[in-house]
């Protein structure tokens, strides 16, 4: 059974701040990837929510540094990845976490313009950051990337068209990424988390009641965190996933496989 095989790695996590105090995907993965030894390059636009990331890492003696960017624009993601190769001579592992909720509303109601910023946002990010990304892997011999989707990705539901079209790109660009960049020792995974409680969601007000309708929408009925995403991320990029790339791992305690069944038989066709 292979080790994790994480220690002295280094580490890119996009969106490793969380947006508001708390604990969100991003910063569950940087700190659980420090956790296992890697050097964590902790992106984020805003260098506050960065910092507050790398407060908690450094009280866990682990290694990272925040890395200031814009993942939307190109200029920004060339100049992180420099940045990090430059202090630590590597790059082993890009976790795309940065994504948004986006503009609301069907077809008939999404607003084009913030279409296509949001877009860059959730899915163009995540093209720009792989491609400065990946020829780094390369000197190293290889390397991991997780895209962070949702199951609003694999499904309808939602009623938010942005999202779901965004996440479903992600879905799909990781399996052709996967296909792309196999052959050359680099894997290309995607976590679809479920309705995790995160600061994504809450930090602009949740009821009591939408928090408990969205626990109880799952097969296990319990709260999902954004440690649970996390420690999928730590899995896809240890070495205990070297023969796994291009899937797309629901995180979302049961939600992708069906409702809450009725335990009441009811009489079959005959
Ligand atoms: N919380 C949920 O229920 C849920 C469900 C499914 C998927 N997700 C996905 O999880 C990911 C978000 O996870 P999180 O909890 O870390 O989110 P978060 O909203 O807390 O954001 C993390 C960080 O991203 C940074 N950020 C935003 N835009 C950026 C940009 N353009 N460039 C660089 N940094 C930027 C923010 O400053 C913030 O610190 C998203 O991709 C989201 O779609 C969340």
Same mark, same amino acid.
């Given at each position: 059974?292979?080790?994790?095989? /994480?220690?002295?790695?280094?580490? *890119?996590?996009?969106?490793?701040?969380? @947006?508001a105090?708390? *604990?969100?995907?991003?910063?569950?993965?940087?700190? /659980?990837?420090? =956790?296992?030894?890697?050097?964590?390059?902790?992106?984020?636009?805003?260098?506050? /929510? $960065?910092?507050?990331?790398?407060?908690?890492?450094?009280?866990e003696?682990?290694?990272s540094?925040?890395?200031?960017?814009?993942?939307?624009?190109?200029?920004?993601? +060339?100049?992180?990845?420099?940045?990090?190769?430059?202090?630590?001579?590597?790059?082993?592992?890009?976790?795309?976490?940065?994504g948004? $909720?986006?503009?609301?509303?069907?077809?008939?109601?999404?607003?084009?313009?913030?279409?296509?910023?949001?877009?860059?946002?959730?899915?163009?990010?995540?093209?720009?950051?792989?491609?400065?990304?990946?020829? +780094?892997?390369?000197k190293?011999?290889? $390397?991991?990337?997780?895209?962070?989707?949702?199951?609003?990705?694999?499904?309808?539901?939602?009623?938010? !068209?942005? #999202?779901?079209?965004?996440?479903?790109a992600?879905?799909?660009?990781?399996?052709?990424?996967?296909?792309?960049?196999?052959?050359?020792?680099? @894997?290309?995974?995607?976590?679809?988390?479920? #309705?995790?409680?995160?600061?994504?969601?809450?930090?602009?007000?949740?009821?009591? +009641?939408?928090? +408990?309708?969205?626990?109880?929408?799952? !097969? /296990?009925?319990?709260? $999902?965190?954004?440690?649970? *995403?996390?420690?999928?991320?730590? #899995?896809?990029?240890?070495?205990?996933? =070297?023969?796994?790339?291009?899937?797309?791992?629901?995180?979302?305690?049961?939600?992708?496989?069906?409702?809450?069944?009725?335990?009441?038989?009811?009489?079959?066709?005959?």
């Open positions: 059974m292979p080790e994790m095989g /994480l220690e002295g790695k280094v580490a *890119i996590v996009t969106g490793a701040g969380s @947006r105090p708390g *604990i969100g995907n991003g910063r569950a993965a940087a700190i /659980l990837l420090a =956790r296992e030894g890697c050097k964590v390059a902790l992106l984020d636009a805003t260098k506050e /929510l $960065g910092d507050a990331t790398k407060e908690m890492i450094d009280a003696g682990g290694t540094m925040v890395v200031v960017a814009n993942v939307a624009e190109q200029a920004s993601c +060339e100049a992180a990845v420099k940045t990090i190769f430059d202090s630590w001579g590597r790059v082993d592992v890009l976790v795309n976490n940065v948004i $909720g986006g503009p609301m509303g069907n077809a008939v109601d999404t607003d084009a313009d913030a279409w296509d910023a949001a877009w860059r946002i959730n899915v163009t990010s995540m093209m720009l950051m792989a491609k400065y990304a990946i020829p +780094e892997m390369r190293a011999g290889g $390397g991991a990337i997780v895209n962070i989707a949702s199951i609003d990705g694999l499904r309808g539901g939602n009623p938010n !068209l942005f #999202y779901t079209a965004s996440k479903g992600v879905v799909q660009m990781t399996r052709a990424m996967a296909s792309h960049h196999g052959p050359e020792g680099i @894997r290309v995974n995607c976590i679809a988390p479920g #309705y995790v409680y995160t600061p994504m969601v809450f930090a602009q007000g949740m009821e009591a +009641e939408l928090r +408990e309708r969205r626990r109880k929408n799952n !097969l /296990l009925q319990t709260e $999902g965190t954004g440690w649970d *995403i996390g420690k999928g991320v730590v #899995y896809l990029t240890s070495d205990q996933a =070297r023969w796994v790339s291009g899937i797309i791992l629901s995180i979302d305690a049961g939600s992708m496989a069906g409702t809450v069944g009725n335990t009441t038989p009811i009489k079959a066709f005959d």
